[in-house]
Nanobody, 126 residues
Framework: QVQLVESGGGLVQAGGSLTLSCAIS????????MAWFRRAPGKEREFVVA????????YYTDSVKDRFTISRDKAKNTLYLQMNSLRPEDTAVYYC???????????????????WGQGTQVIVSS
């Protein structure tokens, strides 16, 4: 059973930075694709970015390109999300998600992932 635990959320001013972490445990044969989603107040959970765990290639949603960077440390079984130039509209609960798939099929869909963390809150003040 794969377990995902996010950390690193908090309150930051607009223009600031935060780094989120997602610790992966519970199974030696981990997911092939990891992603970050977010749910803003009053909105549906939306895709942010994904990474192929083995090869490291990435897939970003347009709104965070050039501001957010996803990465992983395979030795530590940890996923990261470096967020720069934060905006108030980035305020959300951020979730990491894992999928046994390695390609980009259903990469932006919640249905494309079968493991989820509990989320970490990010608040960006204006």
């Amino acid at each position: 059973q794969v377990q995902l635990v996010e950390s690193g959320g908090g309150l930051v001013q607009a223009g600031g930075s935060l780094t989120l972490s997602c610790a992966i445990s519970g199974h030696t044969f981990g997911p092939h694709r990891m992603a970050w989603f977010r749910r803003a107040p009053g909105k549906e959970r939306e895709f942010v970015v994904a990474i192929n765990w083995v090869y490291g290639n990435t897939y970003y949603t347009d709104s965070v390109k050039d501001r957010f960077t996803i990465s992983r440390d395979k030795a530590k079984n940890t996923l990261y999300l470096q967020m720069n130039s934060l905006r108030p509209e980035d305020t959300a609960v951020y979730y990491c998600a894992g999928s046994p798939g390695s390609g980009w099929v259903a990469v932006q869909s919640r249905d494309g992932y079968n493991h989820w963390g509990q989320g970490t809150q990010v608040i960006v003040s204006s």
